[in-house]
């Protein structure tokens, strides 16, 4: 039976098939079984040039959030670093210190929110 995408402009509002569904919302495109297949295991959640992928519909303002959240979670994970009783070696320490700086200035670095996080030490 045909698969179908449900769509609002790019966003993809739900899945449905002729077996399951008694109706199918419009405007929608149709896939084929692989095609359907495909789009479900890659989460998609867009159909952009024909293709059905994942994009990332947040706001500016809400990566900034996620982007900041992520970070304050990473330096709350790695405070233990820097307490006096930590069994790092002092080198090890300054890795960590230098590390969570880099989180500290992420904010304030070009492109935030849209940047990579620094590489935590090993």
Request: no cysteine.
């Amino acid at each position: 039976m045909a698969k179908f995408a449900h769509l609002d402009g790019e966003k993809i509002l739900g899945w449905f098939s002729e077996d399951v569904h008694d109706t199918i919302p419009t405007p929608n495109i149709e896939a084929t079984d692989e095609v359907w297949k495909k789009a479900i295991q890659d989460n998609a959640n867009a159909y952009v040039g024909d293709t059905f992928i994942y994009k990332d519909f947040r706001t500016t303002e809400q990566k900034t959030s996620d982007k900041r959240e992520y970070r304050d979670m990473l330096l709350k994970e790695s405070d233990w670093t820097q307490f006096g009783d930590s069994p790092l070696s002092d080198s090890k320490k300054t890795e960590w210190a230098t590390y969570r700086q880099s989180l500290r200035d992420l904010p304030a670095q070009s492109g935030f929110p849209d940047i990579d996080m620094p590489t935590k030490p090993s």
